[in-house]
T-cell receptor
Framework: GESVGLHLPTLSVQEGDNSIINCAYS??????FIWYKQESGKGPQFIID?????DKRQGQRVTVLLNKTVKHLSLQIAATQPGDSAVYFC?????????FGTGTSLTVIP | KAGVTQTPRYLIKTRGQQVTLSCSPI?????VSWYQQTPGQGLQFLFE???????NKGNFPGRFSGRQFSNSRSEMNVSTLELGDSALYLC?????????????FGEGSRLTVL
């Protein structure tokens, strides 16, 4: 959703478990969504995207689910690895501008 | 193919100075957008350029400006730097801008204002 800054939610998972990261977006007219991974000191890295005419899309170890009714996105990471530790945030394309969520900090416990 | 390239990666300036940051988009991408990232505000949109024209602008003061060249490379300039301008400045490119699909980011330019 639109960035409102402030507190960054955190999620800790055991290595090998599945992770689910959630994002609420704000504009019902948004028709394209992206999940990014950002490691410390680096730029955001594109993970997976989904268009509004889909409700699910799978990549390698990642799945994005889109629920347009409640304006909700989720990112599922299967068999989470230590290298998955990072901040994850969603982006919505309103057709005029991209808006970004504040992000969730994922920590993978070995 | 090469990703989005930003220079310089790190820089330190003092209040009142000005700074210019550079961004080379992915080959074939004509839209370049700039974002400011701070811990307190997250990613904030500065402006977007497409075919050398500013197409969208965020809510930043006029001290923040940009331009795009015919080869799609872009620069952003911040004049009369303030302490609050300390941030990671990110450049992103897409083929056609919003509505056009994947938005790819560079590694950013980390600006510290003393």
């Amino acid at each position: 959703g639109e960035s409102v800054g402030l507190h960054l939610p955190t999620l800790s998972v055991q290595e090998g478990d599945n992770s689910i990261i959630n994002c609420a977006y704000s504009n019902s007219a948004s028709d394209y969504f992206i999940w990014y991974k950002q490691e410390s000191g680096k730029g955001p890295q594109f993970i997976i995207d989904i268009r509004s005419n889909m409700d699910k899309r799978q990549g390698q170890r990642v799945t994005v689910l889109l629920n347009k009714t409640v304006k909700h996105l989720s990112l599922q990471i299967a068999a989470t690895q230590p290298g998955d530790s990072a901040v994850y945030f969603c982006a919505e394309d309103t057709g005029n501008q991209f808006y970004f969520g504040t992000g969730t900090s994922l920590t993978v416990i070995p | 193919k090469a990703g989005v390239t930003q220079t310089p990666r790190y820089l330190i300036k003092t209040r009142g100075q000005q700074v210019t940051l550079s961004c080379s988009p992915i080959s074939g991408h004509r839209s370049v957008s700039w974002y400011q990232q701070t811990p307190g505000q997250g990613l904030q949109f500065l402006f977007e350029y497409f075919s050398e024209t500013q197409r969208n602008k965020g809510n930043f003061p006029g001290r923040f400006s940009g331009r795009q060249f015919s080869n799609s490379r872009s620069e952003m300039n911040v004049s009369t730097l303030e302490l609050g301008d300390s941030a990671l400045y990110l450049c992103a490119s897409t083929r056609t801008g919003t509505g056009g699909g994947e938005l790819f980011f560079g590694e950013g330019s980390r600006l510290t204002v003393l």
